[in-house]
Every structure is written in structure tokens, then in C-alpha cells.
């Protein structure tokens, strides 16, 4: 079982910036990838940004440039760096860990999600 907690999510103008943190806690030594997903209003969940157990990174188009994840496996917490931000990427902001127990494949758990909220 693994527990995720997000926080740094709040108000901020277009053009500022945010540092969301997602801290693992419960059988860390398991995590393997881990995530960030944004959910706006009436649409899915998609993912912002990626990043494996050795730092290996992917992100969505619409954040490359302006977005950075990190990790810091030591303490157990992703980070996302948010640069520039626009109001079309005010959403609920998720982190998530793919954990491997006994199985050839992962369990995904989810944090409760931190709202981040652009204005123009």
C-alpha cells in the first residue's frame, strides 16, 4: 500500500509560477514511474508529465518548456515545476505511482489531488 499526498496548488496570475510536491509514503520501495495528471472541469484525466525511477522524463506538448518534473527518491517525494502558466492549465492536479508488489505489472495509486487555478 502506498499513500500520496499533494500540495502547492493555489492562485496565481497568468505568466506566474508554481511547485506542486507529491510525497510518498507506506511500501516506497516498490514505486517504480511516477506521474503527473491534470483533470479539468467536465474533461479527463491526462497526463502532464512522467518521470521513471532513474529520471527518465516524458511530457505532454502542451507543458514542454514550461513544466519540470524531478524527484527525489531519498525522500521520497516527485516535484513539478510550473513556469509560465496559462489559464487553460487550471485543473486538479493528481499525483500518481505505479507500484510493483508480486506481479509482472503494476498497481497505480492516486493522490487526493491539489487545485491549481490560473487567472488572466
Known amino acids: 500500500q502506498v499513500q500520496l499526498v499533494e500540495s502547492g496548488g493555489g492562485l496565481v496570475q497568468a505568466g506566474g509560477s508554481l511547485r506542486l510536491s507529491c510525497v510518498a509514503s507506506?511500501?516506497?520501495?516498490?514505486?517504480?514511474?511516477m506521474g503527473w495528471y491534470r483533470q479539468a472541469p467536465g474533461k479527463q484525466r491526462d497526463l502532464v508529465a512522467g518521470?521513471?525511477?532513474?529520471?527518465?522524463?516524458n511530457y505532454a506538448a502542451s507543458v514542454k518548456g514550461r513544466f519540470t518534473i524531478s524527484r527525489d527518491n531519498a525522500k521520497n517525494t516527485v516535484y513539478l515545476q510550473m513556469n509560465s502558466l496559462r489559464p487553460e492549465d487550471t485543473a486538479v492536479y493528481y499525483c500518481?505511482?505505479?507500484?510493483?508488489?508480486?506481479?509482472?505489472?503494476?498497481?497505480?495509486?492516486w493522490g487526493q489531488g491539489t487545485q491549481v487555478t490560473v487567472s488572466s
Open positions: 500518481k505511482a505505479d507500484v510493483y508488489y508480486s506481479g509482472a505489472f503494476p498497481v497505480g495509486y
Open positions: 507506506g511500501s516506497t520501495a516498490g514505486i517504480d514511474a
Open positions: 518521470i521513471s525511477s532513474t529520471g527518465m522524463t
